[in-house]
């Protein structure tokens, strides 16, 4: 090979050569200026270069697992059948005896050893019209009760606890006047239809009424007070108050509530009324008399017009001869 060309292709490699360590320098620059300008920078993409990686392979694996147990789960770990046997709650009042009210028609159930007895409302110092009363005969197991009662009141003098014989006032006839009045009682529910209800439970020592505990319902025509029947013996017994007294040592009386099924309110639809119609009278129309206007000039010479040179309409209530009458003039 002669020398020319040996020499040729040696100059073409070292200008490569030049030409790649120049290219390399810049770059060296350019990184070095960034790393200047953004230290952070290589940092955050090492640690992103990390943690990349084992966030998409705990996906991978979190989601291969549950796929596994959610198939195959039963296959290895098979599931024992479980049977609980719930004990029977006996309903007591499903053999009790039955009550149905004469006079507003409503039902209680009580038990079969007890005896019931109407009390007829006609007394003059008296405000109810009826008391049912259920006595058990002392058969209970705290002797304190003896049963309970309902008294039915006529609901438009009565439509609430206040006035009937149950709410008995202590005589404090000013504060009576003032405060009392104003008493608002407990909303509660009773009956198998979960009848709206005020709870009355006056404790001892109360500034307006007596000690007492009842429930108060109206509905219809009548107010209901259903209250548990004290023995006389047992009034002064009675110190943690009458509701608290009841619930430890009558609990048979809230059974009984539950079962109480008063008559549906029947709504009577008003009848239409008739509207009559009025008689038509014949009357005759009545006749308008229109006065039409007349000539004012008493002296009038009828001659033709001097401006109009066609015949026209008079237009003064005064025809001339080239004027064809107006309709709104007498002539």
Known sequence: MPRASQKTKSVKKNKKI?????????????????KKKHRHTHKVVV???????????FVFFG????YF???????????????VSLPVVKDDTVNWAGYTDSLTGFTVKYPDFWHNSVIDGSKDN???LRKVTFDNGLNQEDKRFKGFAVSIYEAKKYSGPVGTDELKDNGNLTQKDTSCQKTEYMEASLGEKS???QEVNIIANDPCFQKVFFYSLTRGKYTYNIYPLINTESQ???DLGLKIETINNFPKFFEILSTFVFPEEVIKAEPEKKVEPKPVQNIAPRRVLIRKATCPN???HPRKSRTKKHRHMDEDCCMDPDEWPNPRCQY
């Not at 120049?22 to 990184?31: A, E, S, V």
């Not at 640690?47 to 392979?57: A, D, H, K, N, Q």
């Open 47 to 57: 640690v992103m270069s990390f943690t990349i990686p084992l966030i998409l392979g």
């Open 195 to 197: 009848y709206p209800v």
């Open 63 to 66: 989601s291969g697992a549950l």
């Open 18 to 34: 030049a030409i790649h360590k120049r290219i390399h320098n810049h770059l060296k620059k350019k990184l070095v200026a960034l």
């Open 236 to 238: 002064s017994l009675l």
């Open 69 to 83: 147990f959610e198939n195959y789960q039963d296959k290895i770990f098979p599931k024992e059948e479980i049977s």
């Open 298 to 300: 008493k002296n009038d």
């Open 126 to 128: 008296v405000n109810f």
